[in-house]
């Protein structure tokens, strides 16, 4: 495989220039988690137990685009400005900024081929277009494997220094796909920050006993052999499940509680949140939500549905779990940008 380039292209560089890091989420196999990973990273470190960093995450995902539905906001439309497409913001500080393929089909049940110049073009367009603005994180949430799209994300990201991260589960057949993709980050240079178990047992609710189910600890030896950060285990949350793939309908069912009436539209609770103190009266905020989503023409600037959501993932069983994952990415990402500076001192100095 030829090395990645070094020249920038023009756009993506304009749009970049604000992003400190790059993280990709990887995975060699289908389904481990990367997309809930790449939702709890993003979460994780938007939120104020994580620093409250600003983040944008960009799902590449352009067959199966999950993270829309994860953070409850599918159906959300992007806008498209002078100046590029405005993601769209999942908390009203608009610290956490998504993109995603899945945003631009018109029901989540439409499906779309995609062959491998159209990918590239999509993908360019992704990075060249849309206004992240000043990111401390960009978090991009990968297809399971090393396919035409990871190959074009490395092209055009190889200037901007990108890191990535790995996700598995315990099983060896995940550990051997894994391989692949740990083969390819080497191939292209691309420094793997670690490796994260998901899946890891399932903790009885009832008897906080840890049963093995899919085994437990291959992630580790896998890390351990190849000389990797553990990043740390996630253990089968069904909570988390019920956060991420029912976002929409239990949020909705939260917000009606809320308001105490005994059902809300999808509509009502997609609107923009008016103001910080809208949420104490009801009543008063539902009349200025009205007021407001006429106002915004072109960010819906947290909502309702998102902020429920944060707070339904702050309770759940994974979140002090993914607290501590998060702190461990952050200690990795700031050696491996040690390493790298130390590299380019030698490199000038020899020069
Ligand atoms: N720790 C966990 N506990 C329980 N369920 C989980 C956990 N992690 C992920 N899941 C669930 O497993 C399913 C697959 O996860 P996810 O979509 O994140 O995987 P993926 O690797 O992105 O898949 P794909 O390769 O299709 O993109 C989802 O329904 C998700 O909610
Ligand atoms: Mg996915």
Redesign the pocket.
Known sequence: MASPSTLPDAAIARRLAGVKTILL?L?G???????????QLALSLSSSAGGAARVGLLDI?LT?P?IPR?LGLDGSPVHQSSDGWVPVYADREQRLAVMSVGFLLRSRNDSVVWRGPKKNAMIKQFLGDVRWGELDYLIV????GTSDEHISLVEYLAPFSPVSLM?TTPQALSLADNLRSLDFTRKVSLPLLGVIE???G?VCPHCTECTNVWGRGGGEALAQREGLAFLGR????????R???DAKEEAQVTVAQELGVEKVSLEDITKPLPDADADADAATATASVAKASTASTTTPAGTRLSRTILQRYTASQ?FPIFQEITQRVVEQLAKVRETQREAKEQREATQ
């Not at 196999?29 to 939702?39: A, I, L």
């Not at 996630?234 to 499940?241: F, K, Q, R």
Request: no cysteine; charged share 15%.
């Open positions: 989420v995975s196999k289908g389904g481990v988690g990367k997309s809930s990973v790449s939702s995902d199966g999950s994860m949430d990968t297809p399971p996700v998901n899946m890891s399932y996630i253990p089968i949350d069904p909570g988390l499940v956060v991420l793939d994974t």
